[in-house]
């Protein structure tokens, strides 16, 4: 499967504790996305990455969360002292120029977190 | 005002109708239109670009008016498969000239019956 990886794909943790996933896009897509959905929304833009440079964050990702792509490839995305709020799934998408633009982004299967 | 408005629906439709979406967006700058298709529980896929010349994918027509900001989608011939949440995304300027994000509207839930 050449598609966006994440891991894990369900994670439950108690308040207080922290979580990190991992994304592995597409091979050769130097764009690395990261977004958050709750139920009955749409996703939010967190922050992304070309290639190993952080381009851009969302004033939704606060000092408790950071995100890095250190060889340009697989990104992790960290949650410290987690807190109930952040129950959600965690969407990774990837892209690459197109004969257009980056703009179409591939989705992962998600990261669905639970904070008791 | 939300960035991107989309009725939430549910629309419910039988078998064979047609059902349209609608979707405005706020910043006159955005520079690209998508809509995506969630299966509960899954992520999101694209399902088409939306050009300013309008364009039809088999029983799918999307349109764009960006005097209006406003995008539709149009399903023909509706199946119980076309049943998803379909999204409204918007690329726009995030200040600079950084467009890398994209901006979802809640999405419109469409069950197709039998």
């Known amino acids: 499967d050449t598609g966006v990886s994440q891991d894990p794909r369900h994670k439950i943790t108690k308040r207080g504790q922290n979580v990190t996933f991992r994304c592995d896009p597409i091979s050769e897509h130097n764009r690395l996305y990261w977004y958050r959905q709750t139920l009955g929304q749409g996703p939010e833009f967190l922050t992304y990455?070309?290639?190993?440079?952080?381009?851009?964050k969302s004033r939704l990702l606060s000092d408790r969360f950071s995100a890095e792509r250190p060889k340009g490839s697989f990104s992790t995305l960290e949650i410290q002292r987690t807190e109930q709020g952040d129950s959600a799934m965690y969407l990774c998408?990837?892209?690459?120029?197109?004969?257009?633009?980056?703009?179409?982004?591939?989705f992962g299967p998600g990261t669905r977190l639970t904070v008791l | 005002r939300k960035e991107v408005e989309q009725d939430p629906g549910p629309f419910n439709v039988p078998e064979g109708a047609t059902v349209a979406f609608n979707c405005t967006y706020s910043n006159s700058a955005s520079q690209s239109f998508f809509w995506y298709r969630q299966d509960c529980r899954k992520e999101p896929k694209l399902l088409m670009s939306?050009?300013?010349s309008g364009n039809e994918d088999g029983r799918f027509t999307a349109q764009l008016n960006r005097a209006s900001q406003y995008i539709s989608l149009l399903i023909r011939d509706s199946k119980l498969s076309d049943s998803a949440t379909y999204l409204c995304v918007v690329n726009m300027p995030a200040g600079g000239t950084s467009y890398g994000k994209l901006t979802f509207g809640q999405g419109t839930i469409l069950t197709v019956h039998p």
């Open positions: 939306v050009y300013s």
């Open positions: 998408a990837s892209s690459s120029w197109t004969a257009r633009s980056y703009n179409e982004q591939f």
């Open positions: 990455f070309q290639n190993e440079a952080q381009l851009e």
